[in-house]
């Protein structure tokens, strides 16, 4: 038997994303269910204190706005969570084995990107119900937008989660940062009815031009702020090189700290 | 015999004991400029041996002289602060307590869990599995969630995963001793076949009858530095005579 080889650093990876989810979901079909439902119910809650705000019409658009605000809101947020306890949630195994510890930032923002494939799946059943019908550069453009997004979650994740070793409240922080982002992301309004300081303001925070993005480009087939989405990656590529140097410079020593 | 299989080369290990605790944000912010002091402990303190393959190593001292330390480090888990750990081959350790098991899930899937953190494909596992179980014996609770356990059946699961690696170097720290007489002689005896075949062992255990028995060779830490390393018998006289316990022989 030749140990650690490249068939068991992807069935590690495999591994962990399975355990991940028997632990998250308690083995069930019911749990299972639950990661559909969590956003869905979120969305209705809003869908219906929104439109009594905005005069008790329902609107099929807003639903879809709203939707895929909250979905990618959603992903954002376990993609930042799971990642910054990638490494304290196995802390048992780091204290004893030592194995290619990436391997278990990559399984935890995996574990959001999953969760996210699957809230998709309300969204594709709106698209097929008619309420809206997604051009081809609209979505690739969506999938480029995604994609930018998840390497930057783990880019951050290279960092969080060796800080949240040193400094233990970490995670309230960032549970309250995460509520703040999700009020400054336009996640259940548009920024093109922001105005004001408080519209400047949010128009420099990149979730909420990412939700903005994805919005114009799934439900209406525009492609705006190329821009800002172009920075963003760059932005998110010195991120990761940074990030690694970061993780390789602390993974070292994390075992006398965890 | 040509070359070693571990060579530990002049290790230190220092860790830094802050005056007091610093690892929350809160204590940053209210106390921003304040300087902590910190204490420089040589946990070990220029380490110096070769391990050839075949050996089988009793590391022995009294608590908090370094053992899990050495250990951790030849596992690679902790990084010497001086000097140059080098392993030629794989290795697999079997380090204290837990082993790494998640107590929420089943014998069954702790096995696959376990083995593929310790190096090995799913598939290997797969082809391992009945001979796991039947080792720990454990057959009627394999898929019961670990949690319910006896700390004995873990052991002895964690202990027939670990031997399935076919590793070159064993580390075992303490966990021996927590099965039962029958299991700890089943499990050395394993160790031994193990041995027998080419691998080399390090066991760090308070049980100085099973070093006496099984080891060829000790090591003896005192405060972090090797104040014995050479025949068991001898090294245990030392050791013994050191805790004030002279051997009754
Ligand atoms: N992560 C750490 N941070 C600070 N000090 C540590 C750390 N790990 C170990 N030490 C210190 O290093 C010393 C040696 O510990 P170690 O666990 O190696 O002892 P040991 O010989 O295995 O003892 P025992 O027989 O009780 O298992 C102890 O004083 C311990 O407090
Ligand atoms: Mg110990």
Redesign the interface.
Same mark, same amino acid.
């Given at each position: 038997? *030749?140990?650690?080889?490249k068939?068991?650093h992807r069935?590690?990876l495999? !591994?962990l994303i399975r355990?991940n989810f028997?632990?998250r979901y308690n083995n069930s079909i019911l749990g299972f269910f639950w990661v559909l439902m969590k956003p869905f119910l979120y969305f209705l809650m809003l869908f219906v204190v929104f439109t009594a705000f905005r005069g008790g019409e329902a609107s099929a658009e807003y639903g879809a706005n709203l939707l895929l605000g909250i979905i990618i809101y959603t992903l954002v947020n376990e993609g930042v969570i799971f990642g910054m306890h990638a490494l304290t949630d196995l802390a048992? *195994?780091?204290?004893? *084995?030592?194995?290619p510890r990436q391997v278990a930032v990559t399984s935890a923002v995996f574990m959001a990107v999953v969760n996210f494939a699957f809230n998709t799946v309300i969204l594709l059943i709106l698209a097929i119900l008619g309420s809206f019908a997604p051009t081809i550069e609209g979505f690739l453009y969506f999938v480029f937008i995604l994609s930018m997004t998840i390497f930057a979650l783990y880019s951050i994740s290279l960092f969080s989660s060796i800080l949240l070793v040193?400094? $233990?409240?970490?995670h309230h922080?960032m549970e309250l940062v995460m509520q703040l982002v999700f009020w400054g992301s336009a996640v259940f309004y548009s920024i093109d009815d922001m105005s004001g300081a408080f519209g400047q303001l949010i128009r420099l925070n990149p979730l909420a031009l990412v939700i903005h993005a994805s919005r114009k480009a799934l439900l209406e087939g525009d492609i705006i702020h190329v821009k800002a989405m172009i920075i963003m990656s760059l932005m998110s590529l010195a991120l990761y090189f940074l990030g690694n140097l970061f993780f390789k410079k602390n993974i070292? $020593?994390i075992? !006398?700290?965890i | 015999m040509d070359k070693p299989i571990i060579k530990v080369d002049n290790v230190s290990k220092v860790f830094e004991i802050p005056h007091e605790s610093r690892n929350t944000l809160k204590s940053y912010f209210l106390h921003p400029f304040k300087r902590i002091g910190k204490e420089r402990f040589y946990a070990l303190k220029s380490v110096d041996f070769e391990i050839n393959q075949g050996d089988f190593v009793g590391v022995i001292g009294r608590n908090g002289s370094g053992k899990s330390t050495l250990l951790k480090i030849l596992a690679g888990i902790f990084e010497p602060t001086k000097g140059k750990v080098h392993v030629n081959g794989t290795l697999v350790p079997f380090l204290e307590l837990g082993v790494g098991f998640n107590p929420e899930l089943t014998g069954r899937e702790n096995i696959y869990l376990n083995g593929i953190i310790l190096g090995m494909t799913r598939k290997y596992v797969e082809s391992k599995f009945d001979e796991i179980v039947d080792f720990a014996e454990i057959r009627d609770f394999i898929d019961l969630q670990v949690k319910n356990y006896s700390s004995g059946m873990v052991i002895r699961l964690a202990f027939a995963i670990a031997v399935e690696a076919r590793a070159d170097i064993y580390l075992l720290d303490e966990v021996l001793s927590v099965g039962d007489a029958g299991f700890q002689k089943k499990s050395l005896e394993k160790m031994l076949s193990l041995l027998s075949n080419g691998a080399t062992g390090i066991l760090v255990s308070h049980n100085i009858n099973d070093v006496k028995k099984y080891c060829n060779r000790v090591i003896l830490l005192k405060k972090g530095e090797v104040v014995f390393d050479g025949p068991t018998d001898e090294g245990i006289k030392i050791f013994e005579s050191q805790m004030g316990l002279m051997s009754e022989e």
């Open positions: 038997m *030749v140990l650690h080889t068939a068991n069935d590690l495999i !591994e355990t028997k632990l048992g *195994v780091i204290l004893k *084995v030592n194995f040193k400094i $233990r409240d970490l922080i070292k $020593r075992a !006398e700290f | -």
